[in-house]
């Protein structure tokens, strides 16, 4: 148990440095001469649209904005809402042979984009700050990168989803170290969230733009691997003062969510992730569950951890940072269950199968 709570404790220093050396969008970014489009892939997202389009028509400091919202087959009038907020629609073709719905949609987004200097993905869920997108570019030009991905606020407002949405942030925060992950090369340290992605047109398009990762459940992360297999430059950022959303709401949406994806998630494939969910609870639920001097440690670098990341992301601190060994047993149980969907090949999202 010494080595598992001293394990706890030093990823826990890790976490409080990576706060300090998380990259910070300006608060009063400088306006951008950046020919900028805005590609917000949307599924049965009519109810959601309206809100994500209001907070980029409102953008400011980007007066070379275009946004173009990709209808992916959706039954819900998603189209007639982007039409009527003013967005560019393209309806996409359906997927190809090895191609899942969302790179498919995001490709087509950014197809044709010879005259665009920074490309910029939005989710429909997401709500962005009048100056998130001047931030994001200013990001890419300040530090010399090729990728940022501001990592919006997370809403969590049931038990469930403050169980387990925080640990999203916690786990690179813990694990990855920012500053080596940054630079070009070593793909496997990488970190990115596809609800906020800004990229150089250029180092999107040397990667292979979203052809490359056509095939991906995960294609932020596999996008910024192929950005630094090219060459560039990539990396998370602090984007809890640029944009916010509700990813899933109540328990069965975030399962559903969840054991689509977590299967490739934390080691890149079923059994690197097994292999990954089996360390998450030997450090963080073994130690509190063995009781004692080193026990009481490793739970209190747990909780430690997880606060620091809440605080420097925009979660919410207390009391939810306090269960963070039964948030990570809760992750450890969706990703036996992801596991097992994908071996099945009964994954789906979105009334697509994701796995065959």
Not at 49 to 70: I, M
Not at 120 to 136: Q, T, Y
Not at 152 to 159: F, N
Not at 277 to 289: D, F, H, I, Q, S
């Amino acid at each position: 148990m010494r080595v598992l709570a001293g394990t706890s404790v030093a990823l826990a220093a890790h976490a409080a440095l990576n706060a300090v050396l998380l990259r910070t969008p300006p608060a009063h970014p400088p306006a951008t001469s950046a020919r900028v489009r805005v590609v917000v892939p949307a599924r049965d997202e009519a109810h959601q649209l309206g809100g994500c389009l209001d907070a980029l028509a409102a953008q400011t400091g980007v007066p070379r904005l275009e946004v173009v919202v990709v209808d992916d087959g959706s039954g819900d009038g998603t189209a007639a809402v982007a039409a009527a907020h003013g967005a560019r629609v393209l309806t996409a073709d359906p997927p190809g042979p090895g191609w899942l719905g969302k790179p498919n949609a995001c490709a087509q987004g950014a197809a044709d984009a010879a005259d665009v200097d920074v490309l910029v993905f939005v989710d429909a869920d997401v709500r962005l700050a009048p100056h998130a997108v001047a931030a994001a570019v200013a990001l890419l030009e300040q530090h010399d990168l090729d990728l940022v991905s501001p990592w919006p606020r997370q809403l969590a407002l049931t038990r469930g989803e403050r169980l387990v949405q925080p640990l999203q942030q916690w786990l690179w925060a813990t694990t990855l170290p920012l500053r080596l992950a940054e630079r070009p090369g070593r793909p496997s340290m990488a970190a990115a969230n596809g609800q906020f992605l800004a990229l150089r047109r250029a180092g999107y398009e040397r990667a292979g733009g979203h052809g490359a990762v056509r095939g991906e459940v995960l294609e932020d992360i596999a996008l910024l691997r192929a950005v630094k297999r090219s060459g560039g430059r990539g990396v998370v950022a602090d984007g809890s003062q640029l944009a916010d959303t509700r990813m899933y709401a109540g328990w069965g949406e975030l399962a559903a969510g969840y054991e689509k994806s977590l299967w490739s998630a934390l080691g890149g494939s079923p059994a690197g992730s097994l292999a990954a969910g089996a360390a998450l609870a030997a450090v963080w639920v073994l130690p509190p569950l063995a009781g004692g001097r080193a026990g009481l440690v490793g739970y209190a670098a747990g909780v430690a951890g997880r606060a620091v990341t809440a605080a420097r992301t925009g979660g919410r601190v207390w009391p939810d940072a306090l269960a963070h060994p039964l948030g990570v047993l809760a992750l450890d149980l969706l990703l036996v269950r992801s596991v097992l969907g994908h071996a099945r090949g009964t994954l789906h999202w979105r009334g697509r199968t994701l796995t065959r």
